[in-house]
């Protein structure tokens, strides 16, 4: 195996070069501006890098901005429940999928829609669907919570507040502070869900049928399959989809900027919404604090996935 | 082999199904708006599937905008991305599966950090640096920073790691190298990891929005994503034009993914997970 | 005829310097409307200007700065620069723009042609800086159907607050206890709402920026007359009520019997109102009816290589014929009035605007732009609004009122205020 035991030149070049032309430079030119006030407007010259040096103003301004501590639990409300959401969801699609029945191609394709779609067709419809008022989704609460209450009161029962709310008004979605994430977190896993469930799905191709063959003769059943033989063989997609999941989640943007421009009342302002807000939605636009919250982002995934890469050999097959 | 469709069978292929046809609600509205009449969003009450269909809206948008230009610019940019991208994303991938090196783990880690620090403050620097190289609105600026993508060298990573090694050390043992193995017997196998991260590359090379928008000065030069913006402006938008543009633009993609999908037969026909 | 061929030659040897094009780039945002309109007032300024080319450099409205910053900070700004009131102190205070008087002065350019008020407003610390080609304000549209339904006459265009809310109120319509008909649509974007706080005597800043006001008695006063019209008197709909529609949906579908909107609505009208309508001025409060005067224009940057040519450019695309031309698409209000200097020019540009009617008073919106006032910006105003606008919203909701919310932003915005007064200090 000597052939393989020193550095790949060759196979690395490609990448490597295109790293270091069009990654590196920007990369850490936005680390140095993190560090000044530099104005976007003008030239981004050495001369002025260095003129408009600021040390960590920017950084300590994070301290005291409390938009973006919103903002950052915002994020982390964001994740800790889409993300697992997403995984699970996506896993049993793409297990329901991963078998021949006739159309299967067009159903697979169906789920890809939202992706191929128009973000602001997406967000435009959810906009629609999660409408306190007309939206269908409140239509139907409404409707199972008069039920409820017509039960309630068919058994001479006190009518819990709840029924009753849910009767006659139900969630605001994206007109109430407390209900707007769990809209987006709604709209974004739907939307998101193609995406996860082809990445399983293709490395559920790569599972050797043998293996099931043998548990079968073992006498396994489907759920032993599933956890001795899928999801172990899986867990480098697990791994790898997870990953990606955390980095996706920790930078949602697109559906929110449509569906709520993080309100209301910031309830749905994310660290990159802000961060846009701030590198270009806002006139004039503050690049050194938008960078310093990047690298804000930047810490807290790499402390992230440094954690799992560390803890991938316990779980994670063929790493060991 | 053969099996018994069974009561779960139907129910979890109906779940699916229903999971699948929800997807298609809003490319449905994306489509139903775009044969409407021009300002009908206004229109009470709202009209699921109009009654008159308003082709016109297609000639239009084919007409009065330089629509084939910027949808063979989106061509050009998403399938360049997509032949960068799977080229260097499956050799990179490979070798930190399959080499072993000194710092390998800490050159993979850093390769990530590229998907950690968001394009948003990355753009304008990148815009100064193709400037110096003067590529500013050629396809230079558009295609080839695809040379470099974290996220496929993670996907094809990932796959290859999954991968039997038994067929690679048999040919080790007969006397190949690395770079016959690789192409021989690595890269045939990957073909469902290459169909995917082609979908995925050709997508998001088509989808992309801001740094297209930076990076071209000419109308002429513009993708598709961004052509259309010209629909979307400060006060009004005119919404069947931009529906009929975006539901032209999703025909590539779908196409790309239904074909796509030939390289996943294999895997199917061997190994459905109920065997 | 030999000899006539050397002179030729000799000619173009000795002009070939001259004839070398300088190119001027515009960068503007706008609709492939626009965009042809731009071609067609660069063809005509090129014949004139043969040695001179220019260029459009068209990006999407909403992307613009982010495009502009980056050629910016690449060093290859464009020589023109479309650019709208609101965003000027901010990119004024950067020193990117020229000042225009020298050139003014120099050619005795006639800045008297266009309405004092946006003129004011592309001023930085006393030098004009753009020369504005359009302007955007309010007035009141109505329903006249609606209105002889409900026996009233077209308004008074001096009509007060108190006529005003007595309208509303006798076109808001009752069915088995539940509204179904409105007086007026609500909008909630700063913009609609100024005219509220201004009418009435309020200001948001003082007029140096030194000092938040729209927690003063008389905005707040002007600003809860418009709240109110929501909830104490119910003539304008809820959030509930409005559901999914937009303020200028439920005007087009005869859900609410006036809007208060700009002149880009006409277009929409025209082709889709199933009912009479005309616009009438925006009501007399206190201080009388003052609406916001916005506009855009563009200026030279100081990043033109030539900015004679540029200059060139800009003297023709905001001077009567470039008006003129902007003017015949039908999609702006010209920023030149009447002008007893050159009447001839100005005449033109005020014809093109007048278009077959509705609306049958269409010099409202002319005529509202003599008391108007621009938006309140200062260089930091796009982050203050964006508070204020945030502070807002519970009181849209009806959970809050405008004192109470405006009291608990001052501090924030205040804060804004006194650094921009210690940066000008700088």
């Known amino acids: 195996m000597n052939a393989f035991r020193r550095f790949p030149w060759l196979f690395i070049l490609p990448s490597l070069v295109g790293f270091l032309a069009f990654n590196a430079g920007p990369i850490l030119l936005s680390l140095w501006i993190s560090f000044t006030h530099w104005d976007v407007f003008q030239p981004l010259s050495l001369e002025n890098l260095i003129g408009n040096w600021a040390g960590l103003d920017n950084y300590r301004r994070m301290l005291e901005d409390p938009v973006l501590k919103k903002a950052f639990f915002n994020t982390l409300y964001y994740v800790v429940v889409a993300v697992p959401l997403e995984i699970v969801i996506a896993l049993a699609v793409a297990l329901g999928l991963n078998r021949n029945f006739p159309g299967v191609r067009i159903v697979r394709t169906l789920y890809l829609l939202p992706t191929v779609t128009s973000v602001v067709a997406v967000g435009l419809l959810w906009r629609w669907v999660l409408n306190p008022y007309v939206g269908p989704v409140n239509l139907f609460l409404r409707w199972l919570g008069s039920k409820i209450e017509a039960l309630f009161q068919f058994l001479h029962l006190p009518v819990p507040a709840t029924v009753h709310w849910l009767a006659t008004q139900g969630p605001g979605w994206l007109q109430d502070a407390a209900w707007a994430m769990p809209g987006i977190i709604i709209a974004s896993v739907w939307a998101g869900l193609g995406f996860r469930m082809l990445i399983f799905l293709a490395g559920l191709q790569n599972i050797d049928p043998t293996y099931y063959e043998a548990a079968e003769l073992d006498g396994a059943n489907n759920w032993q399959k599933f956890w001795h033989v899928t999801l172990p063989l899986l867990s480098p997609t697990v791994f790898l989809n997870t990953l990606l999941a955390l980095i996706g989640g920790f930078q949602v943007f697109g559906l929110i900027y449509v569906m709520t421009g993080g309100g209301p009342l910031d309830a749905t302002n994310v660290l990159l919404f802000y961060l846009y807000q701030k590198a270009f939605g806002e006139f004039p636009p503050d690049m050194g604090y938008a960078s310093a919250i990047a690298w804000l982002l930047f810490v807290i995934l790499f402390g992230l996935t440094v954690i799992q890469w560390q803890l991938r050999k316990r779980w994670v097959l063929e790493e060991a | ?275 | 005829m030999k000899g006539r061929k050397w002179l030729g030659l000799l000619l173009v040897l000795l002009l070939a310097p001259a004839l070398a094009k300088t190119t001027v780039t515009v960068a503007s945002w706008g609709s492939q409307a626009e965009i042809e309109l731009y071609n067609q007032a660069f063809k005509a300024f090129m014949e004139k200007n043969p040695d001179i080319e220019v260029k459009l450099l068209h990006i999407p409205s909403r992307d613009y700065w982010t495009k502009l910053s980056a050629m910016f900070a690449a060093g290859k700004a464009p020589d023109l620069i479309f650019i709208n009131n609101i965003n000027f102190p901010a990119f004024a205070a950067k020193g990117l723009l020229v000042p225009l008087e020298p050139f003014i002065q120099r050619d005795q350019f006639d800045t008297g042609m266009y309405y004092q008020g946006i003129l004011k407003a592309f001023e930085w610390d006393g030098k004009l800086y753009v020369l504005p080609r359009d302007v955007s304000n309010l007035v009141v549209y109505y329903n006249r159907d609606l209105f002889k339904k409900a026996g009233l006459p077209d308004p008074d265009p001096d009509w007060t607050w108190d006529d005003f809310l007595k309208t509303a109120k006798a076109l808001t319509v009752e069915k088995d206890g539940k509204r179904v008909q409105w007086g007026l649509s609500f909008y909630t974007y700063f913009l609609f709402w100024e005219p509220w706080v201004w009418s009435n005597g309020g200001r948001f800043f003082s007029e140096d920026h030194t000092k938040f006001m729209l927690n003063s008695p008389a905005s707040v006063e002007g600003l809860q007359f418009y709240v109110d019209l929501r909830y104490k008197h119910h003539v304008a709909p809820t959030p509930a009520e409005t559901a999914d529609q937009s303020a200028f949906g439920m005007f087009l579908n005869q859900r609410t019997a006036m809007i208060v909107d700009g002149r880009w609505r006409v277009p929409t009208l025209k082709k889709k109102a199933k009912f009479d309508w005309d616009i009438v001025p925006f009501p007399r409060g206190k201080a009388g009816s003052i609406v916001d005067i916005d506009g855009s224009g563009w200026g030279i940057t100081k990043a033109a290589k030539d900015k004679e040519a540029a200059w060139k450019v800009l003297k023709f695309l905001a001077g009567p014929e470039g008006a003129l031309i902007f003017t015949k698409g039908g999609l702006i209000i010209p920023a030149i009035g009447y002008d007893p200097l050159n009447p001839e020019a100005t005449n033109k540009v005020l014809k093109a605007f007048f278009q077959p009617p509705p609306p049958k008073h269409q010099q409202y919106f002319l005529t509202v732009n003599k008391t108007a006032m621009p938006t309140e910006t200062f260089e930091r105003f796009s982050e203050a609004i964006g508070l204020i606008s945030k502070a807002l919203q519970p009181v849209w909701q009806g959970k809050e009122d405008v004192k109470t919310a405006m009291d608990k932003v001052a501090p924030k915005v205040q804060k804004i205020l006194d650094e921009v007064q210690a940066q000008r200090k700088k």
């Not at chain 2, 007409?63 to 260097?88: E, Q």
């Not at chain 2, 290859?160 to 050390?169: G, R, T, W, Y």
């Not at chain 2, 007969?174 to 590359?201: E, M, S, V």
């Open chain 2, 1 to 275: 082999m053969k099996r018994k469709t069974t009561f779960w069978d139907v129910l979890v292929i109906g779940l699916l199904l229903l999971g699948g046809l929800s997807m298609l609600v809003p490319f449905f509205w994306m489509i139903s708006t775009s044969l409407k009449e021009p300002g009908s969003l206004f229109d009470l009450p709202i009209q699921l599937w109009p009654k008159k269909l308003h082709w016109e809206n297609y000639q239009q948008v084919l007409t009065i905008v330089p629509f084939g230009r910027w949808y063979l610019n989106s061509l050009i940019i998403a399938t360049g991305l997509t032949f960068l991208n799977l080229t260097s994303g499956a050799m990179a991938g490979y070798a930190f599966a399959r080499f072993r090196w000194r710092g390998r783990d800490v050159m993979f880690l850093l390769s990530l950090i590229t998907l950690m620090i968001p394009a948003h403050v990355l753009i304008i620097p990148l815009f100064v640096i193709m400037s110096r190289l003067g590529w500013i609105d050629t396809y230079y600026a558009l295609i080839l920073p695809g040379l470099f993508d974290a996220f496929a060298i993670f996907l094809m990573r990932q796959h290859f790691i999954q991968m039997p090694k038994e067929l690679e050390e048999a040919a080790l043992i007969d006397g190949a190298g690395p770079w016959q193995i690789y192409w021989k017997i690595a890269l045939p196998l990957a073909a469902p990891a290459l169909a995917t991260l082609g979908t995925f590359t050709f997508l998001a090379g088509w989808n992309s929005f801001l740094w297209p928008l930076v990076a071209t000065n000419s109308i002429e030069m513009r993708p598709l994503t961004v052509g259309l913006a010209v629909f979307n402006t400060n006060f009004s938008t005119e919404w069947t034009l931009l529906m009929a543009g975006l539901s032209l633009a999703t025909i590539p993609p779908i196409l790309v993914f239904l074909l796509a999908q030939r390289w996943f037969i294999r895997g199917l026909t061997l190994g459905s997970l109920k065997g």
